[in-house]
Nanobody
Framework: QLQLVESGGGLVQPGGSLKLSCGAS????????IGWFRQAPGKEREGVSW????????GYAESVKGRFTISRANALNSITLQMNALKPEDTGVYYC????????????????????WGQGTQVTVSS
């Protein structure tokens, strides 16, 4: 069973940067997709970015394109989300999620496509 652990959240001022990390273990399939999601109070969980190990393909939500970068190391054992030019609307609990198989856009941003979830890490963008 895939296990995921997030780290790196915190408080940052608007325009600042944060780097989130997702440690993954327990792979039982050759191919996986890992995604980052976020949930603000009173709102539904939304997809932020995803990547898959089959070919390194990745995708982003329109709201974060050009500001966030997803990267992977050691196949999919460590996935990072570099977040730059942060805005107050980026505030929320950020989750790392995984599923076996290779998802493609737009399904990589659909939380219903993922079977395994981390516990989440809080990101607060405020002055």
């Amino acid at each position: 069973q895939l296990q995921l652990v997030e780290s790196g959240g915190g408080l940052v001022q608007p325009g600042g940067s944060l780097k989130l990390s997702c440690g993954a273990s327990g792979f039982t399939s050759d191919y996986y997709t890992i995604g980052w999601f976020r949930q603000a109070p009173g709102k539904e969980r939304e997809g932020v970015s995803w990547t898959r190990n089959s070919d390194g393909n990745r995708g982003y939500a329109e709201s974060v394109k050009g500001r966030f970068t997803i990267s992977r190391a050691n196949a999919l054992n460590s996935i990072t989300l570099q977040m730059n030019a942060l805005k107050p609307e980026d505030t929320g609990v950020y989750y790392c999620a995984g599923t076996s198989g290779s998802l493609a856009s737009p399904f990589g941003l659909d939380p219903k496509r993922y079977d395994y979830w981390g516990q989440g890490t809080q990101v607060t963008v405020s002055s």
